[in-house]
């Protein structure tokens, strides 16, 4: 709020979510004239799972990971954060605002190591995003406008370890095989699904040293449930190098070449 008020900001109330141990806590700013919002945690705390419940994002869920019928103890180090949003005109959403893990092989001191750590890796960021799902179809099946966005560090046809899970973790989010009424819409991820070898928009930028190069990834999404995609939306990514509005205003592009190796995604909604 004080970055807010130092640039003169709209967007000048935040609320955050559960604390991370990475500190790097998931944060809403928001426009206090034009919606409410607080922090609305569902499910049950400290790992709890009644009949049918999805537990809390800063507890456990316990899931298979290795097929060996004895689940593991899954949590996020960044739990997601989960809102109750009204407008100003009573409409009312829920927004779960997302950092998945990482598939990096952080650490690792061969290629046998980094296979390894790789495949682990994948392994938990994809029950992560069973977790996540379980809960969106909870909302989907409350009838609730929902808003799922941020990092997943996955996209379709990211990488080879793909193939050995059939599915990458954006697809189970967004529920790709489930009735239509559970699915979840992103324009960005619909066009790498069907354009599997075709060009794709990208939302990420990395320095590859040893190749001398950027390598560039579809990493972040804003999916919205159907009544909400039936409305039209307008999404943008904006990407300097692909955007051309941005990238004829010097201080924009330069500010977001800067910024991150990330570019910021926006949804517009009229509601």
């Not at 495949?119 to 809960?135: F, M």
């Not at 059939?166 to 967004?174: A, I, K, P, R, T």
Request: charged content about 25%; aromatic content about 8%.
């Amino acid at each position: 709020e004080r970055f807010a008020a130092h640039y003169g900001l709209r967007t000048r109330r935040a609320v955050t979510g559960f604390a991370s141990e990475t500190e790097q806590e998931i944060t809403l700013l928001y426009d206090p004239d034009r919606i409410t919002a607080r922090h609305d945690p569902v499910g049950e705390p400290g790992g709890k799972k009644s009949e049918g419940a999805v537990p809390r994002f800063d507890s456990v869920f316990r899931y298979d990971l290795d097929v060996d019928t004895a689940p593991e103890q899954i949590r996020f180090s960044k739990p997601p954060l989960e809102l109750a949003v009204t407008t100003t005109t009573g409409r009312k959403l829920r927004l779960i605002g997302v950092h998945i893990k990482s598939k990096a092989p952080h650490g690792a001191r061969n290629p046998a190591e980094a296979n390894r750590i790789a495949i682990d890796n994948r392994r938990k960021q994809r029950a992560q995003c069973v977790w996540l799902r379980q809960r969106v179809v909870e909302h989907l099946v409350a009838g609730d406008s929902l808003i799922v966005l941020g990092d997943f560090n996955d996209g379709p046809g990211l990488d080879e370890y793909e193939r050995l899970f059939g599915h990458s973790g954006l697809e189970v989010v967004l529920g790709t095989d489930a009735n239509p009424g559970l699915q979840l819409f992103d324009p960005h991820a619909q066009m790498t699904l069907r354009q599997r070898l075709g060009i794709t928009p990208t939302t990420a930028r990395f320095w590859l040293a040893p190749q001398k190069r950027y390598f560039e990834a579809l990493l972040d999404f804003i999916m919205v449930s159907p009544d909400l995609a039936a409305t039209a939306p307008q999404w943008r990514i904006w990407h300097p190098l692909n955007d051309p509005a941005c990238w004829r205003v010097p201080e924009l592009r330069e500010a977001l070449l800067t910024a991150s190796d990330h570019f910021p995604v926006t949804l517009d909604l009229m509601l």
